[in-house]
């Protein structure tokens, strides 16, 4: 019976919606950090951050109340919380309530003086801090793949495309580094972001300060004072002089916006794979017993850039809700951001985590294939030679009109046996074929040389990586060495 009611029990967690992004995807320190016991057990730190610093002003908090919520601080009773909450419909005096059933002697002393935002908004503000010092590390990895990457192939060319039609040459390094660009700019966002986030601190029910005026009888030194040492206890170097009740939602449209640049960021790269993998020149890792498609055995589906650009999609989309909801905040503070911020918050954070993780596993395994880059090259070099061809041809003595006639009807010959033929290119044999172009066809191989159609492509590079990514990945250097399983 007893192993009956624990497969019962076990099995429970099937019969109610559980959010992907957790179950499925999003890594322990980040599904950790949203928790429900981070939380709870950040609005006792905060408890006790603010009874300490009460004390040390002089208020009649004593050492013994300090010294039994810090024996308590990690022993939460969620059921006794939960049952608080139903009678109370108020989840921060629930937690009152548990924290004071298990400290009887400071019971009088918790949350003195504050409002429900103190705990609320100041762990909100950890939260978002310590998701950024999640995050951060595993971008700085994203990027030092792909620069690794770009190193590689620096000198390898592959046919450029603007409208994704094929344009000049350029080289999967380059290529690779106008993803790294806009990766670098994320890091620079998102460092700032991190950077630029205060403490709410001590601000009272609408941000007056005004119970703790009153707890200290008029002393607004000791108010400040008070604001600064919980600030500096939690970690942060300054607090928002003004605020609401809250802080402002502007801080989570700042936050959550440059989470969501860098979701379109992915969702680019992701998708600039999914084209090439079609055209078979480059493809994201497959597992030896990986399976494509259930019907069609042979497929080698991009499914990895395909959960990135999904999930992106996501990320950008929450973007809105801070936006309305700092849009619609009345005067000091309405609750209807409340339950709105439960959802966008962390889910920003999980699923940023989520593709950040997934993109570092493609980035770390991607493969190349230059035959097949080579002969995409083949097919549409012979086009973008013919400038190459003409100046060629002026050099040894030709008329350039001339030649740049006989170069259009023998192109337009060529596409004619590519487009309706479905012949290759055969523009080089027409050339070579015609006796104007005989001054020029011993040099012929030199012309067509596809290394010197990218330009400055290798230099540019080894410059970009040198000068603007190495030196930003210097702080992560102790993360570096952390590879990612995809496991769901």
């Not at 027409?430 to 159609?453: C, E, M, W």
């Amino acid at each position: 019976m007893a192993g009956s009611a624990s497969s019962a029990e076990s099995g429970e967690e099937f019969n109610k919606y559980r959010s992907p992004l957790v179950s499925r995807y999003a890594s322990k320190e980040m599904a950790y950090n949203f928790s429900d016991r981070k939380k709870f057990t950040t609005w006792r730190k905060l408890w006790i951050y603010l009874a300490k610093a009460e004390k040390a002003l002089g208020l009649p908090v004593t050492e013994a109340q300090v010294a039994e919520m810090e024996s308590h601080a990690e022993d939460i009773d969620f059921a006794m919380a939960a049952e608080e909450e139903r009678k109370l419909r108020h989840d921060v005096m629930a937690h009152v309530h548990t924290f004071a059933h298990c400290c009887p002697l400071a019971a009088s002393i918790i949350h003195l003086g504050a409002t429900s935002c103190y705990v609320g908004d100041n762990t909100d503000l950890i939260m978002l801090r310590d998701g950024f010092d999640i995050l951060l590390p595993k971008l700085a990895r994203v990027i030092d793949r792909l620069a690794n990457f770009a190193e590689k192939y620096a000198d390898l060319p592959t046919l450029g495309f603007t409208h994704y039609q094929p344009a000049q040459l350029t080289t999967v390094g380059k290529r690779a580094c106008l993803w790294l660009q806009d990766l670098v700019m994320d890091m620079r966002n998102l460092q700032r972001a991190r950077d630029d986030l205060r403490f709410r601190g001590v601000k009272g029910t609408t941000g007056t300060q005004a119970s703790f005026l009153q707890l200290f009888q008029g002393d607004h030194e000791k108010v400040e004072e008070l604001d600064r040492m919980v600030t500096e206890m939690a970690g942060f170097k300054k607090a928002y002089l003004v605020t609401g009740q809250t802080y402002s939602r502007k801080v989570d449209i700042d936050s959550l916006s440059h989470l969501a640049s860098m979701g379109a960021t992915i969702h680019k790269i992701c998708t600039d794979i999914r084209l090439l993998a079609n055209l078979k020149e480059i493809e994201e890792p497959f597992e030896k017993e990986q399976i494509g498609s259930s019907a069609m055995p042979y497929k080698r589906n991009p499914m990895r850039c395909e959960r990135c650009c999904s999930l992106a999609r996501h990320l950008i989309a929450l973007l809105a809700d801070p936006l309305q909801t700092a849009s619609v905040q009345w005067l000091e503070r309405t609750l209807d951001d409340s339950a709105n911020r439960r959802i966008s918050l962390p889910e920003s954070f999980l699923t940023a985590d989520i593709i950040l993780s997934t993109l570092q596993n493609v980035a770390e395994g991607l493969v190349v294939y230059p035959k097949v880059i080579e002969r995409h090259i083949r097919q549409e070099l012979p086009f973008m030679a013919t400038e190459n061809i003409i100046m060629s041809m002026v050099k040894t003595g030709g008329n350039r009109q001339d030649c740049h006639e006989k170069i259009r009807v023998l192109s337009q010959q060529a596409a004619a046996v590519v487009k309706q033929e479905g012949g290759d290119n055969d523009l080089l044999s027409r050339v070579q074929a015609d006796s104007y172009f005989a001054p020029i066809l011993g040099h012929l191989d030199n012309i067509l040389d596809p290394k010197t159609f990218v330009g400055r492509a290798p230099q540019q590079v080894a410059r970009f990586l040198s000068e603007e990514v190495r030196p930003l990945l210097e702080p992560y250097k102790a993360k570096m060495d952390v590879k990612i399983e995809l496991e769901l």
